[in-house]
Nanobody, 116 residues
Framework: QVQLVESGGGLVQPGGSLRLSCAAS????????MGWYRQAPGKERELVAS???????NYADSVKDRFTISRDNAKNTVYLQMNSLKPDDTGVYYC??????????WGQGTQVTVSS
C-alpha cells in the first residue's frame, strides 16, 4: 500500500505564493512520475505539472513561468512552488504517483484558494 500526504495549501491573495509538498510512503517500488493535478469547482481534474525520476518536467500552459515542480528522490517527496497566483488557480490540488508498472496512486487533496 502506498500513502501520499499533501501539505501546504491555504488561502492567499492574488500575486502571492504557496509551496505544496507531497510525501510518499509505504510499499514504493519503481517510482516513475510524480505530479500535481488540480480540480476547480464544476471542472474536470487537470494536470498542473509532472516530473520524472530523472528530472524531466512538464507543465500546463496556464502555469508555465509561474509554477516550479521539483522532487527529492531520497525522500520520495515532490514539491510545487506556486508564484504569481491568480484566482483561476483556485482548486483542490492532488498529488499523483505513477510507477513503472503503471500503477497510479493519489493523495487526498489540498485546497488552494486565491482571493482578495
Amino acid at each position: 500500500q502506498v500513502q501520499l500526504v499533501e501539505s501546504g495549501g491555504g488561502l492567499v491573495q492574488p500575486g502571492g505564493s504557496l509551496r505544496l509538498s507531497c510525501a510518499a510512503s509505504g510499499n514504493i517500488f519503481s517510482i516513475n512520475v510524480m505530479g500535481w493535478y488540480r480540480q476547480a469547482p464544476g471542472k474536470e481534474r487537470e494536470l498542473v505539472a509532472s516530473i520524472t525520476t530523472y528530472g524531466s518536467t512538464n507543465y500546463a500552459d496556464s502555469v508555465k513561468d509561474r509554477f516550479t515542480i521539483s522532487r527529492d528522490n531520497a525522500k520520495n517527496t515532490v514539491y510545487l512552488q506556486m508564484n504569481s497566483l491568480k484566482p483561476d488557480d483556485t482548486g483542490v490540488y492532488y498529488c499523483k504517483l505513477s510507477t513503472t508498472s503503471r500503477l497510479n496512486y493519489w493523495g487526498q487533496g489540498t485546497q488552494v484558494t486565491v482571493s482578495s
